[in-house]
């Protein structure tokens, strides 16, 4: 069965950074988009992030939009979310999630495998 496994949340300070990655086994990767998502709790989860499967196309939820950046090394089926200038409203568990399709989708539906999610939590 493949997965996707998210690593790097952790404790922030507000302005600070951090790097999650995401990583793919057992799935076909390189011709799938790839995203990413949060849900804060008491919240509805949310997308934050999407690339396409060459990794030259992206786009931002607004919220993070200049702040946040996503990317994918192919050859690691492994995809990453640069987290920059970080806010206490950014606490969140993130998930990494594999599109159905090639190109940039923001639809919790258009995903089909998830991750169990990282915690990132961010004090003021």
């Known amino acids: 069965q493949g997965k996707v496994v998210e690593s790097g949340g952790g404790l922030a300070q507000a302005g600070g950074s951090l790097r999650l990655t995401c990583a793919a086994t057992r799935l076909t990767f390189s011709g799938q988009a790839m995203g990413w998502f949060r849900q804060a709790p008491g919240k509805e989860r949310e997308f934050v992030a999407t690339?396409?499967?060459?990794?030259?196309?992206?786009n931002y939820a607004d919220s993070v939009k200049g702040r946040f950046t996503i990317s994918r090394d192919n050859t690691k089926n492994t995809v990453y979310l640069q987290m920059k200038s970080l806010k206490p409203e950014d606490t969140a568990v993130y998930y990494c999630?594999?599109?159905?399709?090639?190109?940039?989708?923001?639809?919790?539906?258009?995903?089909?495998?998830w991750g169990q999610g990282t915690q990132v939590t961010v004090s003021s």
């Open positions: 690339i396409n499967w060459s990794g030259d196309s992206t």
């Open positions: 999630a594999r599109a159905r399709y090639s190109t940039t989708r923001s639809g919790l539906h258009e995903y089909d495998y």
